[in-house]
């Protein structure tokens, strides 16, 4: 009986870690993390990866030293050709904004977010826009277990924007630091229409 037990355990907990999926949780960071932590950008069902640009980050080497880097980069507004866009698809009965959700591969502690129309975007060595907006962006705590990790999300308008994401990683022991990261969004084009019930409705047009 005590081994039938056991071996019900074990299968729950390996059904328990199946879960988890490709969540960053505690025990998946890593003692020591000496490359900057990558960002996807989820939006629905599309996602696109965050360019990384100028960052700063140090670790420590296990002999009482550190090592530390500083990259700078191209501004946001001249990357559009190293970018992969994230589409956006707004729900036709929702006046909502859709909703991004910023996965890191190691969760930082600080997020924060500015914005362009995609009109702004440029070549290199041309002057930029600085006319940027100020994005907010949404941290949602754990509610406690091992599961549970600190969450980011933003609103996404509907249409083409720059983003620039900045994110800090003050509270690890052996490594932190403050990495920018950057993407865009494109939309179709949509028109409006209504259904039997009057209700408004958008639809992409062909």
Same mark, same amino acid.
């Given at each position: 009986?005590?081994? !039938?037990?056991?071996?019900?355990?074990?299968?729950?907990?390996?059904?328990?870690?199946?879960?988890?999926?490709?969540?960053?949780?505690?025990?998946?960071?890593?003692?020591?993390?000496?490359?900057?932590?990558?960002?996807?950008?989820?939006?629905?069902?599309?996602?696109?990866?965050?360019? *990384?640009?100028?960052?700063?980050?140090?670790?420590?080497?296990?002999?009482?030293?550190?090592?530390?880097? !500083?990259?700078?980069?191209?501004?946001?507004?001249?990357?559009?050709?190293?970018?992969?866009?994230?589409? !956006?698809?707004?729900?036709?009965?929702?006046?909502?904004?859709? *909703?991004?959700?910023?996965?890191?591969?190691?969760?930082?502690?600080?997020?924060?977010?500015?914005?362009?129309?995609?009109?702004?975007?440029?070549?290199?060595?041309?002057?930029?826009?600085?006319?940027?907006?100020?994005?907010?962006?949404?941290?949602?705590?754990?509610?406690?277990?091992?599961?549970?990790?600190?969450?980011?999300?933003?609103?996404?308008?509907?249409?083409?924007?720059?983003?620039?994401?900045?994110?800090?990683?003050?509270?690890?022991?052996?490594?932190?630091?403050?990495?920018?990261?950057?993407?865009?969004?494109?939309?179709?084009?949509?028109?409006?229409?209504?259904?039997?019930?009057?209700?408004?409705?958008?639809?992409?047009?062909?």
């Amino acid at each position: 009986m005590r081994k !039938i037990l056991c071996a019900m355990l074990a299968v729950l907990c390996l059904a328990a870690l199946a879960g988890c999926g490709s969540k960053t949780v505690e025990s998946d960071v890593p003692e020591v993390l000496k490359t900057v932590p990558t960002l996807t950008v989820h939006c629905g069902e599309n996602s696109t990866e965050g360019l *990384q640009g100028t960052h700063e980050w140090w670790y420590a080497n296990g002999d009482g030293t550190q090592t530390s880097f !500083i990259a700078d980069s191209l501004h946001p507004l001249q990357c559009k050709e190293y970018m992969t866009p994230l589409t !956006i698809q707004p729900s036709p009965y929702s006046a909502h904004l859709p *909703q991004a959700r910023l996965e890191f591969s190691v969760v930082p502690d600080k997020v924060s977010a500015r914005s362009w129309s995609v009109d702004a975007f440029c070549s290199e060595g041309e002057p930029v826009d600085d006319g940027h907006y100020e994005v907010l962006v949404y941290t949602l705590e754990p509610e406690g277990g091992t599961e549970d990790v600190r969450q980011f999300y933003m609103e996404l308008p509907y249409g083409g924007y720059v983003y620039e994401v900045t994110a800090v990683w003050e509270s690890y022991e052996h490594f932190g630091g403050e990495v920018s990261y950057s993407f865009y969004t494109e939309a179709p084009m949509l028109r409006c229409t209504e259904d039997l019930c009057g209700y408004p409705l958008v639809e992409e047009m062909g």
